[in-house]
């Protein structure tokens, strides 16, 4: 592997989460891999999660990671080829990326989108460009469109949560085949499409799920990402029979980053609850209590989201892992 950026990148999903779960059982069997490596992990924006899971990921493997808050401590940034910097940006990426391809053996970066420009956004300039001036693997932290470690994440978290509650295992002949709902939420702010994306376009590129999306009308996804997925806009009809539901707010895509309806309705509560299969509550984090996910639902039993973001550690090794491994047979 030379970048993770989506899941594309990743030839056998399986595979990963496979060594992604091997790295939870043992987490220091590959230690002397990242010896005398150094991980550079870049944020343009805030993270607790995402940071701290790669920078013990990083450990577990024997590599040093240094944090740097780009948004804070560095300097602003200019993406934009031939662009006349007469304004507010101090460096330009292609300056700046270059020198930090020489401190480092892997750079992972968070940037997320505007919300003001799809095209832009959606075109993915700022992590494009570190791959192609840092000359170094580049790891995406979440970027303008995507959430690959939060992705693989979840795929980890649904195979361990089927194998310890049902034990039952996807994916082998005969295999049981859970439903996964993802389903839009309320919010006060317009967030990103990053989660939602990733997380469909990784559940489709896994295929081992029956895979439903609902939202309200106005709130469609990029069908690059969905393609494959049903999508319904009645989310009790959705939510029936569901083994996991996957809870996201997301901003409108069409006519970018509004907020259309903000219903409180579509809010999951236990009640709601009653139509799945007894389904285990997923959410990235961090949460909007009583307005994205109830109290009764996130405090109950149901819910996995601890489960899930302890699981980011496990997710990050993997791939650290299988970059500094390739690095190493260069
Ligand atoms: N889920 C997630 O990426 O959390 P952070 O924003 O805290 O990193």
């Known amino acids: 592997m030379r970048n993770f950026i989506a899941a594309s990148d990743v030839s056998d999903i399986n595979a990963l989460v496979k060594k992604a779960l091997s790295y939870k059982a043992n987490p220091f069997a590959d230690i002397a891999l990242g010896q005398n490596k150094r991980i550079g992990l870049l944020f343009l924006n805030p993270s607790m999660r995402t940071r701290l899971s790669t920078q013990i990921a990083a450990q577990n493997l024997g590599a040093e990671a240094i944090v740097f808050n780009v948004d804070k401590e560095g300097w602003a940034l200019e993406f934009e080829e031939e662009a006349i910097m007469s ?69 980890l978290t649904i195979q361990e949560s089927l194998a310890s509650t049902h034990g039952k295992t996807p994916g082998k002949p005969g295999g049981y ?35 439903v999306i609902t939202h309200p009308e106005d709130y469609e996804l990029d069908e690059k990402f969905t393609k494959g997925a049903r999508i319904t806009h009645n989310q009790d009809e959705a939510l029936k ?17 509004k907020i259309y309806c903000n219903d409180p309705e579509w809010m999951l509560t236990r009640e709601k609850l009653g139509l799945t299969n007894q389904a285990k509550v997923m959410h990235c984090l961090p949460v909007r209590r009583n307005v994205e996910l109830s109290d009764e639902v996130l405090d109950s039993a149901h819910s996995i989201v601890t489960q899930e973001a302890s699981n980011r550690v496990w997710a990050a090794q993997a791939v650290l892992s299988e970059i500094l491994a390739s690095q190493t047979v260069r």
């Open 87 to 155: 304004g507010s940006t101090v460096e330009h990426v292609k300056d700046a990326a270059p020198v930090m391809g020489k401190y480092f053996d892997v750079l992972c970066i968070r940037t997320f989108p505007s919300l003001k420009n799809k095209q832009d956004d959606y075109s993915e300039l700022y992590i494009r460009q570190f791959i192609k001036y840092s000359g170094i693997p580049v790891v995406s932290l979440e970027s303008a469109t995507l959430h690959p470690l939060q992705s693989l994440t979840d795929i």
């Open 177 to 211: 085949r859970p439903k996964v709902v993802l389903t839009w939420a309320p919010h006060v702010k317009a967030l990103p499409q990053c989660v939602a994306n990733s997380f469909a376009q990784w559940i489709n590129a896994w295929g081992e799920a029956d895979f």
């Open 241 to 257: 029979d569901a083994d996991f539901v996957y809870v996201k707010n997301w901003s409108t895509y069409n006519d970018y980053g």
